[in-house]
């Protein structure tokens, strides 16, 4: 069973910094591209930051880029996602996805994605 877990969420200050963990079971996680994806209250899920499979190329939606660093750690069956200069505006539910892939490419698209963790809350709030 394919299964992904978000960690690392919470409340922080404006200008402050944290740091998402996903971890994946059940997939052979170097086969997979992954992404961070967020919802804001009474918005659409939307694209932030997604990595290949080699972890060598990484994209991010333009709001975040410069402030957002996605990794990985294939021994860890992990995925990252460091926060700086956090703003209000990145308040949000973000949820890690899982996209198999044989291309050493990314993507941004929800529908790229079959497999979804559960979501961790950040909240950005003095």
């Known amino acids: 069973q394919v299964q992904l877990v978000e960690s690392g969420g919470g409340l922080v200050q404006p200008g402050g910094s944290l740091r998402l963990s996903c971890a994946a079971s059940?997939?052979?996680?170097?086969?997979?591209?992954m992404g961070w994806f967020r919802q804001s209250a009474g918005k659409e899920r939307q694209f932030v930051a997604t990595i290949n499979r080699r972890g060598d190329s990484t994209y991010y939606t333009d709001s975040v880029n410069g402030r957002f660093t996605i990794s990985r750690d294939d021994r860890e069956n992990t995925v990252f996602l460091q926060m700086n200069s956090l703003k209000t505006e990145d308040t949000a539910v973000y949820y890690c996805?899982?996209?198999?892939?044989?291309?050493?490419?990314?993507?941004?698209?929800?529908?790229?994605?079959?497999?979804w963790g559960q979501g961790t809350q950040v909240t950005v709030s003095s």
């Open positions: 059940g997939l052979t996680f170097s086969t997979y591209v």
């Open positions: 996805a899982a996209a198999r892939s044989w291309l050493n490419n990314y993507y941004t698209k929800i529908s790229d994605y079959n497999t």
